[in-house]
């Protein structure tokens, strides 16, 4: 039973440029969430999709978008990269049960803005 | 926005011990989550709380959902040098499905 699957598990790009990552849920996943984490912090909501519509938003511009696949799984673009975009990009999948959702993360996307 | 304060920040204890950590919010919160993560990896899902008073255990860890709705606590018994890591709590307000509020972790080093 694979768990959450992210791709790549690096990166470096510079300012200006964009970026995709993408991310596979756990097998009978049907939700999608986006979290920033920056060192030495906890992780903070990016959005979540469910039904490919993004459902929830947190605190982040809109060059921060994504996007849900009829397979449930998700990428998330940055536009116009900003040094304060580095920070490790977590994916959390979890089944939509309405409230008291457990969300389990991938690995993430380790992104380096120079 | 919602703050969750995490204490302590890090710990060093003897292999052996037992280890408490909490975190307090201003809000209420309907599901408390324990996460522990290592070096490089996404945060583990260790325990979930769901109703207040709730006392839930995972082999050595136990964890509780505040009666206020507002806290809740962790307790690792004879600690093992593999408890190693960062520990976060977790915790959803009513109707933000998805949206999990973080605290800044708690450092737990075991020395052997």
């Known amino acids: 039973d694979a768990g959450v699957t992210q791709s790549p598990t690096h990166l470096i790009k510079t300012r200006g440029q964009q970026v995709t990552l993408r991310c596979s849920p756990k097998s009978g996943h049907d939700t999608v969430s986006w979290y920033q984490q920056a060192l030495g912090q906890g992780p903070q909501f990016i959005f979540q999709?469910?039904?490919?519509?993004?459902?929830q938003r947190g605190n982040f511009p809109d060059r921060f978008s994504g996007h849900q696949f009829p397979n449930y799984s998700s990428e998330l673009n940055v536009n116009a990269l900003l040094l304060g975009d580095s920070a490790l990009y977590l994916c959390?999948?979890?089944?939509?049960?309405?409230?008291?959702?457990?969300?389990?993360f991938g690995s993430g996307t380790q992104l380096s803005v120079l | 926005g919602q703050q969750l304060n995490q204490s302590p920040q890090s710990m060093f204890i003897q292999e052996g011990e037992d280890v408490s950590m909490n975190c307090t919010s201003s809000?209420?919160?309907?599901?408390w989550l324990w996460y522990k993560q290592d070096p490089g990896e996404g945060p583990v899902l260790l325990i979930a709380l769901y109703k207040a008073g709730e006392l839930t255990s995972n082999g050595r860890l136990t964890a509780q959902f505040g009666t206020t709705r507002k806290d809740s606590f962790l307790n690792i018994s004879a600690s093992i040098p593999s408890d190693v890591g960062i520990y976060f709590c977790a915790g959803q307000i009513v109707g933000s499905q998805g949206n999990l509020i973080f605290g800044k972790g708690t450092k737990l080093s075991v020395k052997p």
């Open positions: 999709y469910y039904e490919e519509e993004e459902r």
């Open positions: 959390a999948s979890s089944l939509n049960l309405g409230e008291g959702e457990k969300l389990f």
């Open positions: 809000s209420i919160f309907n599901t």
